[in-house]
């Protein structure tokens, strides 16, 4: 029997650890899955806050129930640490951590290298490192594959190197890890087979690929379709309204078309850790080989226009009503950049009200999923959800409306508010119109 069989016996009889590497909205899910169907699982994280609330049975994200955490600490198959040193514990190393962009939106993959290094520094024989992170086509070979290998192991032999990555939908009910298909490569064969076999007794469907270059590009693909799309009817929006048609009611109905159409949605402008940043790390590897990625590039420019043509509408709204924007009194409605999480990161929220500060208006905001807002290096502002009730609403200028939470009061809003500026037609959707609902 071949060193790749016995290890599949070992992965099929769960004699086989699993490690994930960075907690967060990717790792943690995936953590519980394995968990749950059986395997030990260690999860790594530098950030020591983390891996003590876990190790105390509290989950940090919203969709994933703190139960579930703690009842695979009672079964004894799961731990969290912040020593790396212990990675060669694990039999599998999954590698989760952040692929932001850097100030001049370049790839940031510090993250990344650093836990290539971390790795190598403990890699032993017949260990399986999987990368999970978003990243350019090539990263697997060119960024950890040079690391892993500088001890002298051979990969498909002594240790084995893939590509998976991760398709998490935070929010959506409908899908979770287990039953969203997982896309795999593999750096050889064998890196491939044994790969596959581990994510099959998790997930339902594995669908392999021929190489790490492929299943990183599926997903650069998956995300510059969203982010152009998001772009295009953001853009149809625009005309459309000049036209004094509603976009909204254009998509409704072309979505009765039963082939050939996805519907997209207009938005405030793009936000999350997927869209706004991963089209353009291709953008980046594609200047090595001298291809511009002009769509991407449109889009982008298209899409972070968004938050000031919002404001613009704000203003032209408070301007019919004899009102500048300086000194107005205005509420934004949701800082979390996508309905029904709490996940703030890059929202279009914060850099609305950063810009609503700058130009004068007094600025608070409510949000059911983000109690107080989180002061990141981009955005300063330190205030807590309003609590929404008639007096409350009443007392602002305008309310404006940039995500969609299906927890939000929109009846009592909607009698309350002056004025509402929507930029996700929330109010008209449920049936709230008049002429103090203005989209945007
Ligand atoms: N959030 C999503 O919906 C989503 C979906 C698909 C893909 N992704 C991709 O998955 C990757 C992770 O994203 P996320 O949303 O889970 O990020 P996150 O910020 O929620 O979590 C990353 C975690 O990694 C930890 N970390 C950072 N450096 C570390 C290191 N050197 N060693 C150990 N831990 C470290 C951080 O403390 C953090 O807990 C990114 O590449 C992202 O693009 C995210």
Redesign the pocket.
Known sequence: MSEVERLKERVLRREYTVGV????????PLVLRFGEVGFPVIG????RA?VDQLNAGTSY?QHVAGPRVQALIAAKRFEAT?D?RRLGEADAVII?????LTQHRDPDLR??E??AD?VAATLRRNQLVCL????YPGTTDEIVLPRLRAGGLRVGEDFFLAFS??????GNTQFETATIPKVVGGTTPACLDLATTLYGEAIKKVVPVASTRVAEAT?ILENVYRAVNIALVNELKIAFERMDINVWDVIEAAKTKPFGFQPFYPGPGLG???IP??PFYLTWKAREYGVATRFIELAGEINSGMPAYVIHKLMDALNDRGKALKGARILVLGAAYKKDTD?S?ESPGLEIMDELVHKGAAVDYSDPHLPRLPVVRRHQIDRASVVLTEESVKRYDAVLLVTDHSRFPYELIHRSATLIVDSRNAFRARGFDGPHVIPA
């Open positions: 590497i960075g907690l967060g909205y990717v790792g943690l790594f994280d530098i950030d983390k994200i912040a790396l989760c951590v952040p692929t932001p993250y990344v650093k836990t971390a999970e992170s978003t990243t990555p991760e398709r998490e939908d935070p997903k999350g850790h997927c940043i991963d996940d990161r």
